[in-house]
C-alpha cells in the first residue's frame, strides 16, 4: 500500500512538554510538508522539506522544528516553546516542490496538550 | 494573509442537487487546486486546473477558471450524502501552496 502515515492518531500531553509528531511516506516522493489545522481553519505551512537533509520555515515554524535524515521521514517536534500546541497536524508529500504538482496527505494527528 | 478564499463558508443541500463553492484569489497564479477534506482526515486532491485552461472536468466535478476575475468555482453535480465533507482551493503565488478556509459542504440524504 503505497501512501502516507502518521502516528499516533491522537496524542496528549502536558504543557511544558516537548513532543515529536511521525510522518512517513513510501511514495519516493523528494518534497515533505508540515500543516496545521485549527477548527474550521484553512491549513497554515509549518515547516517544509524539498530534499534530504534540507529544510526550510513556513509561515508558522516558531515553536516547531523538523529533521529530514531519510527520504522516507520529516518528523516534526513540537517543542514548550510554541503556545497554543493543541492543533490537529497534517503532513502531505509531493514528487517535488514545484506547485504543479499535488500533494498527498496523510490521516493527521491530533495533539492535545493540557 | 489568505490568498484564496473560499464562498459559501457553509453550504446545506438535498442530494442530488448541485453543489458550487467559489474561491477568489488575489495575486496571479499558475494552477489552482482543489481539495476535499472528510471530517478528521487528511485532504485529498480532486483537481488541478492551469491558469491556460478554463474549465476542467472530472466525473461529477466541474472547475473553472476565470484568470481576469481572479476567481474558481467547482461544481458537484447530481450530490451524495458522501460528499459531505470540507473543500478547500489552493494557490502558489510564492511557490508554496496556500490553502482557503474552506467551504463545509452537508449533503442530506
Known amino acids: 500500500d503505497g501512501g502516507i502515515t502518521q502516528s499516533p492518531k491522537y496524542l496528549f500531553r502536558k504543557e511544558g512538554q516537548n513532543v515529536t509528531l511521525s510522518c512517513e511516506q513510501n511514495?519516493?516522493?523528494?518534497?515533505m510538508y508540515w500543516y496545521r489545522q485549527d477548527p474550521g481553519q484553512g491549513l497554515r505551512l509549518i515547516y517544509y522539506s524539498q530534499i534530504v537533509n534540507d529544510f526550510q520555515k513556513g509561515d508558522i515554524a516558531e515553536g516547531y522544528s523538523v529533521s529530514r535524515e531519510k527520504k522516507e521521514s520529516f518528523p516534526l517536534t513540537v517543542t514548550s516553546a510554541q503556545k497554543n500546541p493543541t492543533a490537529f497536524y497534517l503532513c502531505a508529500s509531493s514528487m517535488s516542490q514545484s506547485v504543479s504538482y499535488e500533494q498527498y496527505f496523510g490521516p493527521g494527528t491530533r495533539l492535545t496538550v493540557t | 494573509s489568505q490568498q484564496g478564499e473560499e464562498d459559501p463558508q457553509a453550504l446545506s443541500i438535498q442530494e442530488g442537487e448541485n453543489a458550487t463553492m467559489n474561491c477568489s484569489y488575489k495575486t496571479s497564479i499558475n494552477n489552482l487546486q482543489w481539495y476535499r477534506q472528510n471530517s478528521g482526515r487528511g485532504l485529498v486532491h480532486l483537481i488541478l486546473i492551469r491558469s491556460n485552461e478554463r474549465e476542467k472536468h472530472s466525473g461529477r466535478l466541474r472547475v473553472t477558471l476565470d484568470t481576469s476575475k481572479k476567481s474558481s468555482s467547482l461544481l458537484i453535480t447530481a450530490s451524495r450524502a458522501a460528499d459531505t465533507a470540507s473543500y478547500f482551493c489552493?494557490?502558489?503565488?510564492?511557490?508554496?501552496?496556500?490553502f482557503g478556509q474552506g467551504t463545509e459542504l452537508s449533503v442530506k440524504p
Open positions: 511514495l519516493n516522493h523528494d518534497a
Open positions: 489552493a494557490t502558489a503565488p510564492g511557490g508554496k501552496l496556500i
